[in-house]
């Protein structure tokens, strides 16, 4: 036993990916406690919405999780429809899922990118991001942005699908799984990758689920719990679609089953286009300012870090009184600690990638 | 720029060809601007644009801008995203260990002026001029990769401009605003016209 | 489950518990008295409820009501528990040795109301700095650095 040493890691560390910043002790080279600081980006989105009305929040949702915009701006509208009883037409319905699903590719292409940066392979990240501009640019063409999109509004979505959008959606899908073949012989068929993430930062089931993670975090760990299909939401029902599941709850496993669920959602998409028809996008007769009665709403979605949801309290005011943002990453950020106790400082730097947090969320 | 652009009448004009004749500001001007690592203070959204400009896609890498992330390898930091009260001395501080001559890019509406987190936010600063001396705005949320090229470009002609003699440079900076520049303070007696 | 099942399934095991369930927007709630709140805790988990999915507060201006969601894997069920504590003296139990997973979002609460979780592990402040004056999400909460939005509606 040497002496411990104290070492700061962040709040602004490109390893971090964000603002976090992490107190570690250390013996030798040996993590004996990581402890994360978090709120370096705590910007007051709860408060903020206090005095918004309901669909001035929709963008403020769109800064939550940055890396997936979608989901912030679809689990925060759905529970606005359940707090004042809105009906979502069909085709906004599957519209959403399909923007959902590109989402989740783009924010995996991300989280796998980066487990790539931090184990040494960066040439993987540089596929892996190829592919998601590819999707921010269909996003782009559908609603003008490339980061925040503000699509998803109470009621439906804001516009109708571009033309020719469905097309190049369709070009998109089938040569994806291919991709994902591809950077799954260069990243995790790599030995120096498989070294890196094989064993590293084990999180036992029963933890998982007691500390409250989800998304692939959980499932790495096979806790076999995915919202889109054990408490089934807008049309996910329709969808023939697998849930992949890790075995041993290792870094290894939380990032290559966010590469299978990548072609999951490949799938999913195809059977919505197929089963898209026209009609509305908007729920008819909305009022211009939404005023729902007295009560308390939660909706949660299944994003691409875990269940994301929306508390949601009206006073019967055009305006929220009190939103509370469920955040998947701030749960999984919080087993940190546990995972990377007995590793080294390098592993650490895994760990904290293999959880894929953003800190948007995170922090709120 | 005008240095090298002038570099082959210059050697014609001088005999052998082979010396030339230039202010020190010049070479100085020219080489500082070709090479402007970026420290990427990347702190929300607008850093996945940050990260984005400099991927194969838009590969900001020719314009001679790499990203660094060490504070002391870089000229001019990007601060691209919210800056709130618990970062802003975190991001001071790696300000302060930057080596002169040192320049800042705001990127996005947060770090120009607070953005979309002006109103109602008790944590949010509101711009990162409250603190740093920014040499670059770029206005957008977030603003595209393009137009963090498009600072680059004119972040390299305003330091060929500058001098390195004592006294007349700009990019010296040691001294800060105050926090709260008096353009701030008029703009919030006003009762605040930006969102 | 839905939610009728998931009022039988309650009311057979937990008689003590059946009277104080209802169903709002399609969600089953439990109201609690606050000092009850972690001997029923500890029943619903138990019953099932193996994941805690949110600690939250709502300030209502006369007291602060605490907001739980517990969900449940096997019973495929969520419910909402909700127990009230009066605004001077906010304390309340915490349920971090039911489920780990409230240690962040007690101390969460904590730092955006001021509720004091007697029997948390480590009670401080996570989001704000450790220097912070106030409890942001507190109705009253004043700041002067704070720019009110004009009202455009
Ligand atoms: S300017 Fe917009 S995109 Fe950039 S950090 Fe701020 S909110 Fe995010």
Request: proline share 6%; with cysteine.
């Amino acid at each position: 036993m040497t002496e411990e040493t104290i070492v700061n890691i962040g709040p602004s560390h490109p390893s971090t990916h964000g603002v976090c910043r992490i107190v570690v002790t250390l013996d030798g080279e040996v993590v004996v406690k990581a402890e994360p600081i978090i709120g370096h980006l705590h910007r007051g989105i709860e408060k903020m919405a206090e005095n918004r009305t309901y669909l001035q929040v929709v963008p403020l949702t769109d800064r939550l999780d940055y890396v997936g915009s979608m989901y912030a701006n679809w689990a925060y509208c759905r529970a606005v429809e359940r707090l004042a009883g809105i009906r979502v037409p069909e085709r906004a319905e599957y519209i959403r899922v399909i923007v959902c699903e590109l989402q989740r590719i783009a924010s995996h292409m991300m989280g796998i990118g980066s487990t790539g940066a931090d184990t040494g392979a960066f040439t993987a990240f540089m596929y892996a991001f190829a592919q998601r501009d590819h999707v921010v640019e269909l996003f782009e063409a559908l609603c003008g942005s490339r980061l925040t999109y503000n699509y998803v509004r109470p009621g439906g979505v804001s516009m109708d699908l571009p033309d020719g959008w469905v097309e190049q959606v369709r070009s998109f899908v089938a040569q994806h799984p291919a991709a994902m073949m591809e950077l799954d012989t260069l990243l995790f068929g790599n030995v120096i990758a498989r070294a890196r993430l094989k064993g590293v930062g084990v999180l036992p089931a029963d933890t998982a689920v007691a500390w409250g993670t989800s998304g692939p975090t959980a499932r790495g760990s096979g806790v076999n719990w995915d919202l889109r299909r054990d408490d089934p939401y807008s049309v996910y029902p329709r969808f023939d679609f697998e849930v992949p599941l890790g075995e041993n709850g290792d870094c290894y496993d939380r990032a290559r089953i966010r590469l299978w669920e990548c072609v999951e959602s490949c799938k999913i998409i195809d059977q919505a286009l197929d089963q898209l028809e026209p009609g509305p996008v908007k729920a008819e007769g909305l009022p211009r300012l939404l005023a729902p009665r007295p009560g308390d709403a939660y909706d949660h979605i299944e994003s691409a870090r875990g269940s994301l949801g929306v508390y949601l309290v009206s006073d019967g005011s055009p305006r929220p009184y009190r939103m509370k943002v469920r955040s998947p990453a701030f749960c999984n950020l919080s087993v940190l600690p546990l995972l990377a106790e007995g590793h080294t400082l390098s592993d650490l730097v895994v760990i904290i990638g293999s959880l894929d947090p953003v800190f948007g969320e995170v922090d709120r | 720029m005008a240095f090298v652009d002038d570099l082959g009448a210059a050697l014609d004009k001088t005999p052998g060809g082979g010396i030339i004749l230039t202010s020190l500001d010049a070479v100085m001007d020219w080489s500082r601007g070709k090479s402007l690592w970026m420290m990427p203070m990347g702190t929300a959204c607008c850093a996945m644009e940050l990260i984005a400009a400099s991927f194969s896609r838009f590969d900001f890498d020719r314009h001679g801008s790499i990203p660094r992330p060490d504070p002391r390898h870089c000229d001019v930091m990007v601060v691209a995203g919210t800056i709130t009260r618990k970062m802003a001395p975190a991001v001071k501080r790696l300000y302060d260990q930057m080596p002169d001559p040192k320049w800042v890019i705001a990127m996005g509406n947060c770090a120009v002026s607070g953005g979309i987190f002006y109103y109602d936010t008790y944590s949010v600063i509101r711009g990162v001029d409250e603190f740093l001396p920014v040499d670059v705005y770029i206005a957008g949320c977030p603003p595209r990769p393009e137009s963090l090229q498009d600072a680059i470009l004119r972040l390299r002609e305003q330091v060929s401009t500058d001098s390195i003699a004592p006294g007349k440079s700009r990019a010296l900076k040691s001294e800060l605003p105050s926090s709260g520049s008096p353009r701030k303070g008029e703009r919030d007696a006003a009762g605040g016209d930006v969102g | 489950m839905n939610i009728n099942e998931l009022r039988e399934h309650l009311c057979s095991q937990y008689p003590d518990l059946c009277p104080l369930f209802s169903v709002e927007f399609g969600d089953g709630v439990l109201v609690i008295d606050a000092d009850r709140l972690h001997e029923a805790a500890t029943d619903l988990r138990d019953l099932g409820f193996d994941r805690l999915g949110m600690v939250t507060a709502v300030d209502t201006r006369d007291e602060f009501e605490l907001v739980y969601r517990l969900q449940s894997r096997q019973m495929h069920a969520g419910i909402f528990v909700k127990a009230r504590v009066p605004r001077d003296e906010p304390t309340i139990a915490s349920v971090t040795d039911l489920w780990p997973a409230a240690n962040w979002q007690e101390r969460e609460v904590f730092d955006m109301f001021g509720i004091v979780f007697t029997g948390h592990p480590d009670l401080r402040r996570i989001l704000l700095t450790d220097d912070w004056v106030g409890y942001p999400l507190r109705k009253d909460y004043q700041d002067e650095r704070i720019i009110r939005r004009p009202d455009y509606i």
